[in-house]
């Protein structure tokens, strides 16, 4: 009897150990992923910057392979305001949706529009891109005609596309993680008096606020590292952006002249990609110190 319990206590120590070893592996994997990305788009954009300049590079108006230009600000300025555009338009809608979902919704009701909600997360980028040019671009050329305005595609379409593409994702995210906020949280706020409005938003948006803040920051990364549909509807113009003027982002930049670049046009365009990289990286950093400062003072 003792020998059998012996045994069977170093079976489990054994596969122990190597569930542990297995985890060790795969977050080496991942560490190793993240690195070798990281120094291979240093090592590929980097030499191009140095070569144009940091300044001229990141601050350069102009973007004309063919005269030796590349300057990228207009590209970076469009990314950042359609991004932040789609990103202020979507949060609150996506929060309003996931607290309908979880708290106002009958459950039956509720499972039907999250299956809604996660099914248009599947949907192909280019399907999105050409709903956007069939539907939302006529009628923003519409409004461009209206002020006189005859150009073809605009930052304000790229935006509203992106908002109809990170809606899903966020609502998902926010869902999960609202639903993951204990359930006696939300009754001890109820028995303390506070109203159904007050406990979902004095109580519970608290609690979740870092699913909640990791929804974002996919709906975020997806925005801004979003090229098919963005290409469908935004014009293309490598020009100083504008609401209702056409706009051509990073990520469009890299698609569009990739096939066709060669030697310092093409080091050009890993070095969009690698500001595209630091991009991201800062939002997850900024983000994340908020969320640290602001736990702290909660």
Known sequence: MEHSILRSAKTKSAVEHVMHMLFVVCGLIAVVAVLFISI???ASGGPAIAKIGVWEFLFGQIWNPEAGTFGILPFILS???ATALAIFIAVPIGLGAAIFLTHIADKKTGGVFLFIVELLA???SV????LGAMLVAPMIFKLQNMLSLSQSGSLLSASIVLVIMILPTIISVSVSSIQSV?????DASLALGASKMQSIFKVILPAAKSGIAAGIVLGVGRAIGETMAVM???GNAAIMPSLLGPVRLLTVGISLEWAYSSGLHREALYGIGL??????MIINILLSFILKKGGKKS
């Open 79 to 81: 990314s950042i305001v």
């Open 122 to 124: 599947s949907i192909p």
């Open 127 to 130: 399907v999105y891109g050409l």
């Open 182 to 186: 204990p359930k006696a949280y939300n």
């Open 275 to 280: 500001v595209l990289f630091v991009f991201i």
């Open 40 to 42: 291979y788009m240093v």
């Open 232 to 234: 469908m509807v935004a």
